[in-house]
Protein backbone atom coordinates (compact mmCIF):
# COMPACT_ATOMS: atom_id res chain seq x y z
CA UNK A 1 0.00 0.00 0.00
CA UNK A 2 1.00 3.24 -1.14
CA UNK A 3 1.92 6.52 1.72
CA UNK A 4 -0.86 8.37 0.59
CA UNK A 5 -3.37 5.49 0.21
CA UNK A 6 -1.89 4.08 3.99
CA UNK A 7 -2.59 8.41 5.03
CA UNK A 8 -5.94 8.58 3.47
CA UNK A 9 -6.91 4.84 4.88
CA UNK A 10 -6.23 6.18 8.44
CA UNK A 11 -7.86 9.69 7.90
CA UNK A 12 -11.27 8.09 6.76
CA UNK A 13 -11.08 5.70 10.15
CA UNK A 14 -10.11 8.98 12.29
CA UNK A 15 -13.24 10.27 10.10
CA UNK A 16 -15.91 7.72 11.23
CA UNK A 17 -14.95 8.00 14.87
CA UNK A 18 -15.37 11.75 14.54
CA UNK A 19 -12.15 12.47 15.77
CA UNK A 20 -11.91 16.06 13.61
CA UNK A 21 -8.89 17.05 15.47
CA UNK A 22 -6.74 14.01 14.32
CA UNK A 23 -8.79 14.15 11.20
CA UNK A 24 -7.30 17.40 9.96
CA UNK A 25 -3.74 16.32 11.05
CA UNK A 26 -4.09 13.08 8.80
CA UNK A 27 -5.89 15.23 5.37
CA UNK A 28 -3.35 18.14 6.10
CA UNK A 29 -0.54 15.08 5.38
CA UNK A 30 -2.53 13.67 2.50
CA UNK A 31 -2.88 17.30 0.92
CA UNK A 32 1.09 17.47 1.43
CA UNK A 33 1.71 14.03 -0.94
CA UNK A 34 -1.33 14.80 -3.07
CA UNK A 35 -1.96 18.67 -3.76
CA UNK A 36 -2.97 18.43 -7.19
CA UNK A 37 -6.03 16.05 -5.87
CA UNK A 38 -9.26 18.66 -5.43
CA UNK A 39 -11.19 15.87 -3.59
CA UNK A 40 -8.79 16.41 -0.85
CA UNK A 41 -9.08 19.79 -0.51
CA UNK A 42 -12.68 19.73 -0.49
CA UNK A 43 -12.74 16.86 2.58
CA UNK A 44 -11.04 19.02 4.40
CA UNK A 45 -12.33 22.10 4.39
CA UNK A 46 -15.47 19.96 5.43
CA UNK A 47 -13.45 18.18 8.08
CA UNK A 48 -12.33 22.04 9.26
CA UNK A 49 -16.21 22.95 9.40
CA UNK A 50 -16.53 20.18 11.91
CA UNK A 51 -14.10 21.48 14.24
CA UNK A 52 -15.42 25.48 14.00
CA UNK A 53 -12.73 26.40 11.90
CA UNK A 54 -14.50 28.51 9.01
CA UNK A 55 -11.17 30.35 8.10
CA UNK A 56 -9.39 27.30 7.64
CA UNK A 57 -12.45 26.02 5.95
CA UNK A 58 -12.72 28.45 4.08
CA UNK A 59 -9.12 28.20 2.40
CA UNK A 60 -9.33 24.51 1.45
CA UNK A 61 -12.73 24.93 0.03
CA UNK A 62 -10.78 28.10 -2.45
CA UNK A 63 -7.67 25.01 -2.84
CA UNK A 64 -10.39 22.69 -4.36
CA UNK A 65 -12.18 25.54 -6.13
CA UNK A 66 -9.04 26.43 -8.17
CA UNK A 67 -7.86 22.79 -8.48
CA UNK A 68 -11.05 21.77 -10.21
CA UNK A 69 -10.95 24.62 -12.44
CA UNK A 70 -7.44 24.25 -13.09
CA UNK A 71 -8.23 20.50 -14.63
CA UNK A 72 -11.26 22.18 -16.20
CA UNK A 73 -13.85 19.93 -14.22
CA UNK A 74 -15.50 22.88 -13.75
CA UNK A 75 -19.13 22.02 -12.65
CA UNK A 76 -17.22 20.76 -9.44
CA UNK A 77 -15.70 24.02 -8.67
CA UNK A 78 -18.98 25.43 -9.31
CA UNK A 79 -20.68 22.93 -6.96
CA UNK A 80 -18.19 24.01 -4.01
CA UNK A 81 -18.67 27.86 -4.49
CA UNK A 82 -22.59 27.07 -3.98
CA UNK A 83 -21.51 25.20 -0.73
CA UNK A 84 -19.29 27.69 0.54
CA UNK A 85 -22.09 30.69 -0.34
CA UNK A 86 -24.44 27.83 2.09
CA UNK A 87 -22.01 27.21 4.79
CA UNK A 88 -20.17 30.68 4.61
CA UNK A 89 -22.86 32.96 3.60
CA UNK A 90 -20.14 36.03 4.62
CA UNK A 91 -17.91 34.88 1.85
CA UNK A 92 -19.10 37.16 -1.05
CA UNK A 93 -16.13 37.25 -2.41
CA UNK A 94 -16.50 33.56 -4.12
CA UNK A 95 -19.29 35.03 -6.15
CA UNK A 96 -16.41 36.35 -7.96
CA UNK A 97 -14.83 32.59 -8.45
CA UNK A 98 -18.59 31.80 -10.15
CA UNK A 99 -18.07 34.34 -12.41
CA UNK A 100 -14.76 33.42 -13.22
CA UNK A 101 -15.83 30.17 -13.83
CA UNK A 102 -18.06 30.98 -15.88
CA UNK A 103 -16.44 32.81 -18.28
CA UNK A 104 -14.04 30.10 -18.80
CA UNK A 105 -16.98 27.87 -19.72
CA UNK A 106 -18.09 30.66 -22.52
CA UNK A 107 -21.31 31.67 -20.22
CA UNK A 108 -20.49 35.15 -20.69
CA UNK A 109 -24.39 36.56 -19.38
CA UNK A 110 -24.19 34.22 -16.02
CA UNK A 111 -20.67 35.50 -15.69
CA UNK A 112 -21.78 39.23 -15.70
CA UNK A 113 -24.37 38.26 -13.35
CA UNK A 114 -22.47 36.86 -10.72
CA UNK A 115 -20.10 39.94 -10.98
CA UNK A 116 -23.10 41.99 -10.91
CA UNK A 117 -24.50 40.04 -7.53
CA UNK A 118 -20.96 40.38 -5.64
CA UNK A 119 -20.92 44.31 -6.59
CA UNK A 120 -24.29 44.57 -4.97
CA UNK A 121 -23.47 42.35 -2.08
CA UNK A 122 -21.03 45.10 -1.88
CA UNK A 123 -22.63 47.74 -1.98
CA UNK A 124 -24.68 47.10 1.35
CA UNK A 125 -22.05 45.58 3.67
CA UNK A 126 -21.45 47.93 6.76
CA UNK A 127 -17.20 47.70 6.60
CA UNK A 128 -15.39 46.63 3.62
CA UNK A 129 -11.69 46.53 2.89
CA UNK A 130 -11.54 49.11 0.45
CA UNK A 131 -7.93 48.15 -0.81
CA UNK A 132 -8.99 44.19 -0.88
CA UNK A 133 -12.10 45.19 -2.88
CA UNK A 134 -10.51 47.20 -4.99
CA UNK A 135 -8.45 44.52 -6.15
CA UNK A 136 -10.52 42.63 -6.68
CA UNK A 137 -13.20 44.94 -8.81
CA UNK A 138 -10.05 45.89 -10.75
CA UNK A 139 -9.75 42.22 -11.51
CA UNK A 140 -13.41 42.11 -12.86
CA UNK A 141 -12.85 45.00 -15.14
CA UNK A 142 -9.88 43.12 -16.53
CA UNK A 143 -12.04 39.80 -17.43
CA UNK A 144 -15.36 41.68 -19.13
CA UNK A 145 -14.09 44.93 -20.41
CA UNK A 146 -16.55 44.86 -23.27
CA UNK A 147 -19.32 44.94 -20.65
CA UNK A 148 -20.13 48.91 -20.00
CA UNK A 149 -23.35 47.92 -17.84
CA UNK A 150 -20.30 46.14 -15.38
CA UNK A 151 -17.74 48.74 -16.28
CA UNK A 152 -20.18 51.19 -14.72
CA UNK A 153 -21.51 49.49 -11.62
CA UNK A 154 -17.33 48.99 -10.49
CA UNK A 155 -16.72 52.24 -10.66
CA UNK A 156 -19.53 53.39 -9.32
CA UNK A 157 -19.35 51.43 -6.56
CA UNK A 158 -15.59 52.09 -6.54
CA UNK A 159 -16.36 55.82 -6.21
CA UNK A 160 -18.90 54.98 -2.98
CA UNK A 161 -16.66 53.73 -1.08
CA UNK A 162 -13.84 56.26 -1.89
CA UNK A 163 -11.48 54.24 -4.12
CA UNK A 164 -11.63 57.60 -6.85
CA UNK A 165 -8.13 56.61 -8.01
CA UNK A 166 -9.34 52.88 -9.05
CA UNK A 167 -12.52 54.12 -10.18
CA UNK A 168 -11.03 56.63 -12.84
CA UNK A 169 -9.18 53.66 -14.16
CA UNK A 170 -12.46 51.74 -14.55
CA UNK A 171 -13.93 54.77 -16.15
CA UNK A 172 -10.94 54.40 -19.04
CA UNK A 173 -12.14 51.01 -20.09
CA UNK A 174 -15.42 52.06 -19.94
CA UNK A 175 -14.63 54.74 -22.31
CA UNK A 176 -13.00 52.58 -24.27
CA UNK A 177 -15.83 49.64 -24.82
CA UNK A 178 -18.46 52.51 -25.51
CA UNK A 179 -16.17 54.01 -28.60
CA UNK A 180 -16.21 50.24 -29.42
CA UNK A 181 -19.65 49.85 -29.16
CA UNK A 182 -20.54 52.81 -31.34
CA UNK A 183 -21.97 54.79 -28.14
CA UNK A 184 -21.15 58.17 -29.08
CA UNK A 185 -23.10 59.75 -26.98
CA UNK A 186 -22.55 57.54 -23.62
CA UNK A 187 -18.07 58.23 -24.11
CA UNK A 188 -18.74 62.23 -24.40
CA UNK A 189 -20.38 61.55 -20.78
CA UNK A 190 -18.05 59.26 -19.59
CA UNK A 191 -15.04 61.94 -20.91
CA UNK A 192 -16.33 64.55 -19.28
CA UNK A 193 -16.57 62.75 -16.07
CA UNK A 194 -12.82 61.87 -16.60
CA UNK A 195 -12.01 64.93 -17.34
CA UNK A 196 -13.63 66.59 -14.17
CA UNK A 197 -11.40 63.67 -12.22
CA UNK A 198 -7.71 64.38 -13.85
CA UNK A 199 -8.06 61.74 -16.29
CA UNK A 200 -8.35 63.79 -18.95
CA UNK A 201 -4.70 63.45 -21.17
CA UNK A 202 -5.77 59.92 -20.58
CA UNK A 203 -9.53 60.09 -22.19
CA UNK A 204 -8.34 62.03 -24.81
CA UNK A 205 -5.49 59.78 -25.88
CA UNK A 206 -8.26 56.77 -26.12
CA UNK A 207 -10.67 58.90 -28.13
CA UNK A 208 -8.13 59.67 -30.37
CA UNK A 209 -7.59 56.63 -31.27
CA UNK A 210 -11.23 55.89 -31.59
CA UNK A 211 -12.90 55.56 -35.18
CA UNK A 212 -13.44 58.93 -36.71
CA UNK A 213 -11.80 60.56 -33.84
CA UNK A 214 -14.66 59.77 -31.73
CA UNK A 215 -16.56 62.73 -33.01
CA UNK A 216 -20.74 63.16 -32.14
CA UNK A 217 -22.05 63.50 -35.75
CA UNK A 218 -25.49 65.54 -35.28
CA UNK A 219 -27.68 66.87 -37.84
CA UNK A 220 -26.12 70.37 -37.82
CA UNK A 221 -22.13 68.87 -38.90
CA UNK A 222 -23.12 65.88 -40.58
CA UNK A 223 -22.49 67.47 -44.06
CA UNK A 224 -19.32 69.53 -42.65
CA UNK A 225 -17.49 66.94 -40.93
CA UNK A 226 -18.95 63.45 -41.85
CA UNK A 227 -18.86 63.87 -45.76
CA UNK A 228 -16.18 64.57 -47.70
CA UNK A 229 -15.12 68.38 -49.47
CA UNK A 230 -16.27 66.28 -52.56
CA UNK A 231 -19.34 65.06 -51.42
CA UNK A 232 -20.23 68.78 -50.08
CA UNK A 233 -19.24 70.63 -53.32
CA UNK A 234 -21.56 67.72 -54.98
CA UNK A 235 -24.47 68.77 -53.05
CA UNK A 236 -23.87 72.43 -53.14
CA UNK A 237 -23.60 72.12 -57.22
CA UNK A 238 -26.82 70.58 -56.92
CA UNK A 239 -28.88 72.35 -54.61
CA UNK A 240 -29.35 75.90 -56.68
CA UNK A 241 -30.29 74.27 -60.01
CA UNK A 242 -32.86 71.85 -58.29
CA UNK A 243 -34.30 75.66 -57.07
CA UNK A 244 -34.14 77.34 -60.09
CA UNK A 245 -36.16 74.28 -62.19
CA UNK A 246 -38.83 74.11 -59.41
CA UNK A 247 -39.68 78.02 -59.83
CA UNK A 248 -42.39 79.46 -62.15
CA UNK A 249 -41.43 80.80 -64.82
CA UNK A 250 -41.01 85.10 -64.20
CA UNK A 251 -42.17 84.66 -60.71
CA UNK A 252 -40.13 84.15 -57.34
CA UNK A 253 -39.73 80.57 -55.78
CA UNK A 254 -42.40 79.44 -53.35
CA UNK A 255 -40.97 80.10 -50.04
CA UNK A 256 -39.68 76.64 -48.18
CA UNK A 257 -37.01 75.27 -46.68
CA UNK A 258 -34.24 73.59 -48.56
CA UNK A 259 -34.72 69.83 -48.36
CA UNK A 260 -32.40 68.16 -46.07
CA UNK A 261 -30.45 65.57 -48.15
CA UNK A 262 -30.74 62.02 -46.68
CA UNK A 263 -27.30 61.20 -45.07
CA UNK A 264 -26.22 57.55 -45.44
CA UNK A 265 -27.20 55.29 -42.78
CA UNK A 266 -23.59 54.25 -42.15
CA UNK A 267 -22.47 57.54 -41.67
CA UNK A 268 -25.18 58.48 -39.13
CA UNK A 269 -25.54 58.36 -35.44
CA UNK A 270 -28.60 59.87 -34.25
CA UNK A 271 -29.58 60.17 -30.77
CA UNK A 272 -31.56 56.52 -31.26
CA UNK A 273 -29.04 55.34 -32.76
CA UNK A 274 -27.15 53.67 -29.81
CA UNK A 275 -30.06 52.13 -28.33
CA UNK A 276 -30.63 50.59 -32.09
CA UNK A 277 -27.33 49.19 -32.12
CA UNK A 278 -27.88 47.68 -28.51
CA UNK A 279 -31.20 46.18 -29.11
CA UNK A 280 -30.06 44.54 -32.86
CA UNK A 281 -26.70 43.40 -30.47
CA UNK A 282 -28.58 41.30 -28.17
CA UNK A 283 -31.52 40.24 -30.76
CA UNK A 284 -27.86 39.03 -33.04
CA UNK A 285 -26.69 37.50 -29.79
CA UNK A 286 -29.63 35.23 -29.12
CA UNK A 287 -31.01 34.31 -32.78
CA UNK A 288 -27.30 34.22 -34.27
CA UNK A 289 -26.46 36.64 -37.46
CA UNK A 290 -30.05 37.46 -39.99
CA UNK A 291 -29.91 39.32 -42.91
CA UNK A 292 -30.80 42.63 -42.36
CA UNK A 293 -33.84 43.75 -44.13
CA UNK A 294 -33.68 46.93 -46.05
CA UNK A 295 -36.29 48.85 -47.92
CA UNK A 296 -36.40 49.22 -51.11
CA UNK A 297 -36.35 52.90 -52.90
CA UNK A 298 -39.64 54.26 -54.12
CA UNK A 299 -38.86 54.70 -58.23
CA UNK A 300 -38.54 57.64 -58.75
CA UNK A 301 -40.65 59.73 -61.94
CA UNK A 302 -38.35 60.36 -65.22
CA UNK A 303 -37.28 64.08 -65.05
CA UNK A 304 -39.38 66.30 -67.24
CA UNK A 305 -37.99 69.39 -68.90
CA UNK A 306 -38.80 71.76 -65.85
CA UNK A 307 -37.78 69.49 -63.32
CA UNK A 308 -34.23 68.21 -62.57
CA UNK A 309 -33.30 65.21 -61.39
CA UNK A 310 -33.14 64.95 -57.81
CA UNK A 311 -30.71 62.62 -56.14
CA UNK A 312 -32.72 59.12 -54.95
CA UNK A 313 -33.35 58.93 -51.54
CA UNK A 314 -31.50 56.26 -49.37
CA UNK A 315 -33.60 53.88 -47.98
CA UNK A 316 -34.09 54.05 -44.17
CA UNK A 317 -33.52 51.49 -41.33
CA UNK A 318 -36.57 49.70 -40.62
CA UNK A 319 -38.04 49.82 -37.20
CA UNK A 320 -36.13 46.63 -35.14
CA UNK A 321 -38.52 44.30 -33.56
CA UNK A 322 -38.43 44.67 -29.73
CA UNK A 323 -35.50 42.44 -28.46
CA UNK A 324 -35.00 39.83 -25.50
CA UNK A 325 -33.22 41.39 -22.67
CA UNK A 326 -29.48 42.40 -23.21
CA UNK A 327 -26.75 40.26 -21.81
CA UNK A 328 -26.01 43.77 -19.95
CA UNK A 329 -29.35 44.10 -18.65
CA UNK A 330 -28.54 43.66 -14.20
CA UNK A 331 -29.87 40.70 -12.61
CA UNK A 332 -31.19 40.99 -8.95
CA UNK A 333 -29.45 38.82 -5.98
CA UNK A 334 -32.07 36.96 -5.41
CA UNK A 335 -32.07 35.44 -9.20
CA UNK A 336 -28.51 34.80 -8.48
CA UNK A 337 -29.18 33.16 -5.27
CA UNK A 338 -31.97 31.31 -6.09
CA UNK A 339 -30.40 29.71 -8.41
CA UNK A 340 -27.62 28.71 -5.52
CA UNK A 341 -30.22 26.37 -4.18
CA UNK A 342 -29.72 22.85 -3.68
CA UNK A 343 -31.09 21.43 -6.92
CA UNK A 344 -33.19 24.31 -7.77
CA UNK A 345 -35.54 25.09 -11.00
CA UNK A 346 -32.15 27.25 -12.26
CA UNK A 347 -29.39 24.20 -11.88
CA UNK A 348 -28.42 22.66 -15.11
CA UNK A 349 -27.57 18.91 -15.43
CA UNK A 350 -24.32 19.23 -14.72
CA UNK A 351 -24.87 21.08 -11.40
CA UNK A 352 -27.41 18.27 -10.23
CA UNK A 353 -24.05 15.91 -11.84
CA UNK A 354 -21.75 18.02 -9.27
CA UNK A 355 -24.26 16.76 -6.16
CA UNK A 356 -24.21 13.54 -7.08
CA UNK A 357 -20.77 13.07 -7.34
CA UNK A 358 -20.20 15.46 -4.23
CA UNK A 359 -22.54 13.06 -2.47
CA UNK A 360 -20.85 9.94 -3.45
CA UNK A 361 -17.71 11.66 -2.39
CA UNK A 362 -19.49 12.12 1.68
CA UNK A 363 -20.98 8.65 1.31
CA UNK A 364 -17.26 7.15 1.01
CA UNK A 365 -15.95 9.53 3.74
CA UNK A 366 -19.74 8.30 5.63
CA UNK A 367 -20.24 11.79 6.50
CA UNK A 368 -24.07 10.69 6.01
CA UNK A 369 -26.06 13.62 6.93
CA UNK A 370 -23.55 15.63 3.78
CA UNK A 371 -24.56 12.75 1.39
CA UNK A 372 -27.69 12.77 1.83
CA UNK A 373 -28.37 16.71 1.23
CA UNK A 374 -26.50 16.30 -1.98
CA UNK A 375 -28.63 13.29 -3.13
CA UNK A 376 -31.56 15.32 -2.38
CA UNK A 377 -30.53 18.03 -4.48
CA UNK A 378 -29.44 15.79 -7.70
CA UNK A 379 -32.83 13.53 -7.05
CA UNK A 380 -34.54 16.91 -8.39
CA UNK A 381 -32.83 15.92 -11.65
CA UNK A 382 -34.59 13.19 -14.19
CA UNK A 383 -31.53 12.21 -15.01
CA UNK A 384 -30.36 11.27 -11.55
CA UNK A 385 -33.44 10.60 -9.80
CA UNK A 386 -33.63 7.19 -9.52
CA UNK A 387 -29.74 6.80 -8.40
CA UNK A 388 -30.32 9.31 -6.03
CA UNK A 389 -33.08 8.15 -4.26
CA UNK A 390 -30.79 4.26 -4.19
CA UNK A 391 -28.47 6.44 -2.78
CA UNK A 392 -30.33 7.83 -0.19
CA UNK A 393 -31.96 4.53 0.97
CA UNK A 394 -27.95 3.67 1.08
CA UNK A 395 -27.09 6.03 3.64
CA UNK A 396 -30.30 5.24 5.86
CA UNK A 397 -28.84 1.73 5.60
CA UNK A 398 -25.60 2.61 7.00
CA UNK A 399 -27.22 4.34 9.92
CA UNK A 400 -29.28 1.71 10.20
CA UNK A 401 -32.36 3.23 9.52
CA UNK A 402 -34.51 0.48 8.15
CA UNK A 403 -37.84 2.11 8.11
CA UNK A 404 -36.33 5.30 5.60
CA UNK A 405 -34.35 3.31 3.93
CA UNK A 406 -37.59 1.25 3.00
CA UNK A 407 -39.75 4.62 1.66
CA UNK A 408 -36.53 5.95 -0.09
CA UNK A 409 -35.78 2.69 -1.86
CA UNK A 410 -39.38 1.71 -2.64
CA UNK A 411 -39.93 5.11 -3.98
CA UNK A 412 -36.55 4.43 -6.56
CA UNK A 413 -37.88 1.56 -7.57
CA UNK A 414 -41.72 2.48 -8.75
CA UNK A 415 -39.70 4.23 -11.08
CA UNK A 416 -37.84 2.13 -13.04
CA UNK A 417 -39.32 -1.11 -14.19
CA UNK A 418 -38.59 -4.81 -12.66
CA UNK A 419 -36.71 -6.02 -15.93
CA UNK A 420 -34.64 -2.66 -15.51
CA UNK A 421 -31.29 -3.16 -14.93
CA UNK A 422 -31.28 0.05 -12.56
CA UNK A 423 -33.61 -2.08 -10.30
CA UNK A 424 -31.19 -4.43 -9.25
CA UNK A 425 -29.20 -2.32 -7.06
CA UNK A 426 -32.45 -0.52 -5.52
CA UNK A 427 -34.02 -4.27 -5.21
CA UNK A 428 -30.65 -5.56 -3.38
CA UNK A 429 -30.64 -2.77 -1.21
CA UNK A 430 -34.36 -2.89 -0.23
CA UNK A 431 -33.88 -6.72 0.73
CA UNK A 432 -30.90 -5.46 2.89
CA UNK A 433 -33.53 -2.92 4.67
CA UNK A 434 -36.46 -5.50 5.14
CA UNK A 435 -33.65 -7.77 6.59
CA UNK A 436 -32.31 -5.28 9.09
CA UNK A 437 -36.20 -4.76 9.59
CA UNK A 438 -36.45 -8.13 10.36
CA UNK A 439 -39.07 -8.99 7.25
CA UNK A 440 -37.31 -12.00 5.78
CA UNK A 441 -40.25 -12.91 3.61
CA UNK A 442 -39.87 -9.66 2.49
CA UNK A 443 -36.48 -9.67 2.08
CA UNK A 444 -36.23 -13.35 0.05
CA UNK A 445 -38.70 -12.22 -2.55
CA UNK A 446 -36.30 -8.65 -3.05
CA UNK A 447 -33.35 -11.24 -3.41
CA UNK A 448 -35.04 -13.55 -5.33
CA UNK A 449 -36.08 -10.62 -8.25
CA UNK A 450 -32.09 -9.84 -8.30
CA UNK A 451 -31.05 -13.70 -7.84
CA UNK A 452 -33.39 -14.30 -10.81
CA UNK A 453 -32.16 -11.75 -13.33
CA UNK A 454 -27.87 -11.49 -12.23
CA UNK A 455 -27.42 -14.89 -9.99
CA UNK A 456 -23.75 -13.42 -9.43
CA UNK A 457 -24.28 -9.49 -8.30
CA UNK A 458 -22.72 -9.01 -5.15
CA UNK A 459 -23.42 -11.50 -2.51
CA UNK A 460 -26.73 -12.51 -3.26
CA UNK A 461 -26.78 -15.81 -3.43
CA UNK A 462 -25.63 -15.73 0.43
CA UNK A 463 -28.04 -13.59 1.31
CA UNK A 464 -31.09 -15.42 -0.48
CA UNK A 465 -30.17 -18.71 1.75
CA UNK A 466 -29.79 -17.17 4.71
CA UNK A 467 -33.28 -15.71 4.24
CA UNK A 468 -34.72 -19.28 2.79
CA UNK A 469 -33.31 -21.64 6.32
Keep these: MSKVNSIRKKALELVRKQDWVSAVKEYKRLAELDQSNPNVFNELGDIYLKTGNKSEAYDAFLHAIDSYTHVSLHNNAVAVCKKVLRLLPARIEVLTKLGYIRLKQGLAREAESYYLSYLDKVAGETSVDVGEFARIAGEIAEAMPNSPALLQRVAQTME ?15 LRAHHDTGNAAAAEAVQAKLSEKGFGDEAAAIRSSAPDGGKVITEENIWTEAH ?12 PATAEAASPPGGSPPAQSPPEPVPAEDDVDGPDAPAEA ?28 SQAAEPEPVAKRPAPAPAPRAASDPVHVSAIFDEMGDGGDGSSEEDYRSHYDLGMAYLEMELFADAVREFQAASTSTQFRVKSLEMIGLCFLRQNQAGLAIKQLTKGLSMVGDGDRDALGIKYNLGLAYEMAGDLEKARSQFEDVYVIDVTFRDVSEKLAKCTS
Excluded at 160 to 174: E, N, S, T, W, Y
Excluded at 228 to 239: I, L, P, Q
Design 228 to 239: TAGERMDVESRA
Design 160 to 174: QLGADDPAGRVHLKL
Design 278 to 305: EATEAAETAAGPVAEPRAEPAPSPPPGP
